[in-house]
């Protein structure tokens, strides 16, 4: 129902993209996930989903604090593969990125542009994530990345199992995330925000039409 015209997209940017190269695959079976804690988040799918793989050098890192961190701690007790982190400083973030095999983006709500998965492609590492909002415009499904239905635990599981044993896919899909997430650098991104202030300027000055 808006004017097409009246509607402006420009994408977030990437910080430190432009520094960055091509990162070789991780052979750490250690699997990512950041963000906050929350039932929309999707971390007691993902925990769920690991706790049914048997892969005993298999870790979950869990970057991040919220509401449900107490009760998912409780549920997970009896898995030493699975550590809390807590939040970190985007140094210790950024080593996190490089040392895991890959990451997960298990959110079950809507996501718009979603930092994980640029931040997880910017470092070259595989992403799962979910079919949910602007997920699908930034993975290929079995390219630039997996795709599961949100919510959906076995998918997430047969997922989670074929990019621990497959290093081929691992590696391509890396580096096809990493193709993929040069478009959102932050020059882009400013330069987009620049010209829309410009082009407001220019319309806050026309004439207004008058009316009889």
């Not at 977030?12 to 988040?41: C, D, M, Y």
């Not at 590492?125 to 635990?153: F, H, K, M, Q």
Request: glycine letters at 10%; proline letters at 6%.
């Amino acid at each position: 129902g808006h004017d097409r015209s009246k509607v402006v997209y420009i994408p977030n940017g990437v910080p430190g993209l432009e520094e960055r190269q091509p990162t070789p695959l991780s052979r750490s079976k250690e699997v990512l996930f950041v963000g906050r804690i929350a039932h929309n988040k999707g971390l007691r799918e993902l925990t769920r989903a690991v706790r049914e793989i048997t892969d005993p050098e298999l870790r979950l890192s869990v970057v991040g604090d919220g509401e449900l961190l107490a009760a998912i701690r409780r549920e997970t007790r009896n898995d030493p593969r699975i550590r809390y982190l807590g939040w970190l400083g985007s140094s210790e973030v950024a080593e996190r990125y490089r040392s895991c095999r890959f990451v997960v983006g298990p959110s079950l709500w809507h996501e718009v542009m979603n930092t994980v998965v640029c931040e997880a492609q910017s470092w070259s590492r595989p992403v799962i994530a979910t079919r949910v909002g602007g997920n699908e415009d930034l993975i290929v499904d079995g390219v630039s990345g997996i795709l599961c239905p949100p919510g959906d635990v076995p998918t997430m599981q047969r997922a989670i199992e074929r990019l621990l044993n497959d290093d081929d896919l691992s590696a391509a899909i890396g580096r096809a995330g990493f193709e993929h997430v040069q478009q959102y650098g932050m020059r882009r991104h400013i330069d987009g925000i620049e010209e829309l202030y410009k082009g407001l300027g220019h319309s806050a000055h026309a004439p207004v039409p008058r009316t009889s």
